[in-house]
């Protein structure tokens, strides 16, 4: 249904005076006919800021208490036309008072109508108005609006036009080839020739989530046609500059919002254009073919929509606005310098999940899309964050990023709002409040050990060389590796953790060497080829700054941990972290590291899977007498025949008593004379023993596992004893 300004008529037989004047000009805002009692807005379709034109239009001689539909504005005479439920229901026109007059007009079936326009033909004194009225079980009238609009006019009925039977609640004339459109509530577009009395399909254009009545329909002068949802409150946008619609699809964008209503009509000057004319609209900046500029119904948002400059919702220090009307002004506009509320933290790589940081100026929601298929558009499946509320100053927020994810450039946008929209909002259209800010980043494609949702874990013991008690839970770790691929080449890795379990006295640190060695044939990272300044590591979700590469090493050695210890606090009554029964139970660290390199590397000379992860003695910490005026890092466990570091002191083999017989010539390291290891790769997340349960007694097929090299019982950790173990809780 259409909204417009109606000249005041009045019934032939009902006498009145005239108070309504027309519209100065042909107006830019749509307008928009709501309520069961007839109240009118101006909507500002760049911006979406709605204006109450009159809260309740009236007649002049009486109470109005009725709806007005089918609006159209006449931009002959300047006035708008509408039809009022008003007994005696009666077509009516609107001034720029908002005070109705009825029209003396016979010849309409006795029913309400809500589907209107008016159609302008012509030039100078050769142009002629007609205000068309529709309904389905009738049919499609005109009304001239030419002659004497004190007398009496008849409505005639257009032939054939009662078997349409079209399900529409608003239609409007294209201002150049007056062919009539309209929208039903699935999507379906209609193109009418009213010259021939034709209805004809066209297509059904993408609606998104919206359902029912399209109440309101109107153009531009440019033939941008725009019909709004009465639920929703969501204006959409179809480009029919070319009319007829032939040799093309068209296409629906969400444009902007407006008010939603039961009760829906709307009208706008078709020969106005819709255009953006100040700085007080903040657009996104990601380069066409991404729906930016207003031209394609980009994102925007009138950023101070009660113009007092305060109270304003905005990601980052500021924001600001733009004058992007076209693509040409996009190209022509400098990247946003106020986009600076979204910080990228770890690597965005296919199947993994990835964290950022946003910061909003207050308490607001949040809403993302990632172009992962880097086609030019922010589908709703790219949807990755939807009105998610968010706090003022630095929120973290984990984004999935799926397995199909393409390596390479792309954009993300970023929309936040104060959630009063009547609906979910789109990447593309106007939002009252807020702000939009886009990103172009690089994703990777990834190569996951031991898969994009799962973890292998890492058992540590940590009396080496002597056998301690065998429990396997003095550091305890979820562990998970992926290498970031760009074609055939390695350009970082990304390392994530879960430390789940601490039931050591001593203090170990815990790190990883970008090391792969594999039938004795070894491939490495250097520490020159890491690029030190880009490392970006998080624990619990908080970003760390301290540096990470250890120095002086020629290997790439990432530290994750100085101290274990550090980084958990023990339940009370408990002497130890995740190892006793009842005893921090859902408690567990994450930790996430993105590792990028000067330069690619070649995939087949880049290490990968496990890597080489390892616990290593705390600085000013005892951990045993032999390490007594020795360096605490120059002590390391690392998994069964995995060779120490650089940093290892090769004397710590000769000690007297040692239970380890590792043998430098022959690749054998960190084992047992029976061929236990100090620390061990477990392929799934593991139940680990309890303080002080041998693991022989928690899993009683290990034993002979790890005597016979892995030959025997590889599924061993599957026979576990429960009341030996600690239960995984909810980690």
Known sequence: MKLTQLTTACLSLIPCVVFSQSFDTCPS???????????????????????????????ANEVNNESVNAIGFNYKDQYLYGFSKQSPSSIVQIGDDFEMKRLDVNGLPATNFYVGDIQVTGDGSSQRASYFVYHPNYGLYSIDLNGDLDGAITAELLPNTNNWKLSIFDFAFHPTSNLLYAVESNGDLHEINIAANTSKFITQVDIGDDTGAFGAAYFDINGQFYFSNNKSGKIHKVDLNVSPVVGYTPIANVFTSGPKSSQNDGARCAIAEVKVTDSSIDFGDAPAPYNTSLEQSGARHLFDPNSTGSDL????????????????????????ASDDGVSF?????AGQSSQIIVNASASSFLYAWFDWDQNGTFSEDERVVTKLAVNQGDNSILISVPSSTKSGQTWARFRVTDGTEASLITATGGVLGGEVEDYEITTFASAVY???????????EDKWPYAGDYDFNDVVINYR?????????????????????IGATYHNGFAVRLKETINGESRSILSSEVDEDAIVF????QLQSESYLEANRNDAILIFMQDTWTHVSKQTGCSYFRTEDNCDTNVKVTFSMTIPLKAPKAKA???GSLLDPFIFASEGFYHGDFLIDKEARSWEVHVK??????????????????DDVSDQARGLYFLSQSGLPWAMEVGMQWLHPLEGVDITDAYESFAEFAESSGKQKSQWFNDYSISNVVLKGEQ
């Open 345 to 349: 933290v770890t690597a965005i790589s």
């Open 641 to 658: 025949n995995q060779a120490p570091t650089e940093a290892f002191d090769s004397s710590l083999y000769n000690f007297a008593g040692s």
């Open 313 to 336: 919702i905005y990601l980052g220090d500021s924001v600001d606005g733009e004058n992007i009307n076209t693509d040409a002004d996009l190209i022509n506009t400098p990247i946003d």
């Open 538 to 541: 998080v624990i619990d979700g």
């Open 450 to 460: 031991p898969g994009e949702n799962d973890w292998v874990t890492l058992a540590y």
């Open 605 to 607: 000379a880049s290490p």
């Open 29 to 59: 805002q749509a307008f928009l006919m709501q309520d069961s009692k007839a109240q009118l807005y101006g909507i500002d379709l760049v911006s979406a800021k709605p204006t109450v034109l009159s809260s309740q239009l009236t007649f």
């Open 481 to 501: 590796t992926t290498q970031l691929i760009e074609g055939s080449n390695v350009v970082g890795y990304k390392i994530d953790g879960q430390l789940i379990g």
